[in-house]
């Protein structure tokens, strides 16, 4: 049986961090660990926590960091796990997630990431949608935008050990950087059609509240990764929005598919 480490990167969560660290808690799988790194929440965040000190898979520690990618990276290398994952403190797991998640990892020895579906829910686990994806797609992915989401994505612990990190200059888009790092460096993604995960869509998501850094993030990684015809940086990212539309399509056509 493969161990499944999950890291919970926390910061004035204290509402939500219940959800998330009982979500790991419930699955019915045996071999676990949940650290959760903490950088020194003034809420009540740290009181929550320490109710559930108890659970002989929880591991915290609350300390200064350079910004949830730093966050996510201790805990990275904190775990002991085969299976990695980040699960956000406002974010929590479905039932039989892990059972699910391993069972893939196990049967297909090759693959390096599994990401599946995600039940989109407002601040109070009201249900507003299935965010239903489809197989891996490398172009729909870099070009098209981050349609995986990092809730409901597991990794190899050898991905880890390799030292492939997020990069923390990023503050928005370190899951889609590091998904398209990941993929140009030849690692299997795959795609496990089920809901896995549940993502809260509220007021104090940073995507709502810094949209403009999101898009400069995103050129950044289209620029870096992307193809290139001119170094005129305003054409080359209007060719790149251009692009967009055609693999905007292809996603379409794959969600029909779905596997």
Same mark, same amino acid.
């Given at each position: 049986?493969?161990?499944?480490?999950?890291?919970?990167?926390?910061? =004035?969560?204290? $509402?939500?961090?219940?959800?998330?660290?009982?979500?790991? =808690?419930?699955?019915?799988?045996?071999?676990?660990?949940? *650290?959760?790194?903490?950088? $020194?929440? %003034? &809420?009540?965040?740290?009181?929550?926590?320490?109710?559930? !000190?108890? +659970?002989?898979?929880?591991?915290?520690?609350?300390?200064?960091?350079?910004?949830?990618?730093?966050?996510?990276?201790?805990?990275?290398?904190?775990? %002991?796990?085969?299976?990695?994952?980040? #699960?956000?403190?406002?974010?929590?797991?479905?039932?039989?997630?892990?059972?699910?998640?391993? $069972?893939?990892?196990?049967?297909?020895?090759?693959?390096?990431? *599994?990401?599946? &579906?995600?039940?989109?829910?407002?601040?109070?686990?009201?249900?507003?949608?299935?965010?239903?994806? /489809?197989?891996?797609?490398?172009?729909?992915? #870099?070009?098209?935008? @981050?349609?995986?989401?990092?809730?409901?994505?597991?990794?190899?612990?050898?991905?880890? &050990? !390799?030292?492939?990190?997020?990069? *923390?200059?990023?503050?928005? @888009?370190?899951?889609?950087?590091?998904?398209?790092? +990941?993929?140009?460096?030849?690692?299997?993604?795959?795609?496990?059609?089920?809901?896995?995960?549940?993502?809260?869509?509220?007021?104090?998501?940073?995507?709502? #509240?810094?949209?403009?850094?999101?898009?400069?993030? %995103? *050129?950044?990684?289209?620029?870096?990764?992307?193809?290139?015809?001119? =170094?005129?940086?305003?054409?080359?990212?209007?060719? /790149?929005?251009?692009?967009?539309?055609?693999? +905007? !399509?292809?996603?379409? !056509? #794959?969600?029909?598919?779905?596997?």
């Amino acid at each position: 049986m493969v161990k499944i480490s999950i890291i919970t990167p926390s910061y =004035n969560q204290g $509402q939500f961090i219940a959800d998330a660290i009982q979500s790991v =808690n419930s699955q019915e799988y045996p071999d676990k660990e949940h *650290i959760i790194v903490d950088a $020194q929440s %003034t &809420d009540e965040t740290l009181d929550v926590i320490k109710r559930y !000190a108890h +659970l002989s898979h929880l591991k915290w520690i609350s300390e200064p960091d350079k910004g949830q990618s730093d966050a996510i990276n201790k805990g990275f290398k904190m775990a %002991t796990g085969d299976i990695v994952a980040w #699960l956000n403190a406002d974010d929590y797991y479905l039932p039989e997630t892990f059972s699910k998640v391993a $069972q893939v990892f196990t049967e297909f020895p090759k693959t390096d990431v *599994i990401y599946g &579906d995600t039940l989109m829910v407002d601040q109070d686990k009201k249900s507003l949608k299935i965010k239903k994806d /489809h197989r891996f797609d490398y172009g729909v992915l #870099l070009y098209y935008g @981050c349609y995986i989401q990092s809730t409901t994505t597991f990794f190899r612990k050898s991905i880890i &050990d !390799a030292d492939h990190l997020i990069d *923390i200059s990023y503050k928005l @888009c370190m899951d889609y950087e590091y998904f398209v790092r +990941l993929s140009s460096l030849g690692y299997q993604f795959s795609y496990l059609p089920s809901t896995l995960a549940a993502f809260r869509w509220h007021k104090t998501n940073f995507s709502v #509240l810094y949209p403009q850094r999101r898009r400069e993030e %995103t *050129i950044k990684i289209k620029h870096q990764y992307g193809y290139k015809v001119t =170094n005129n940086l305003r054409l080359q990212t209007l060719l /790149h929005d251009v692009t967009y539309f055609y693999f +905007l !399509a292809k996603r379409q !056509a #794959l969600k029909q598919i779905r596997l």
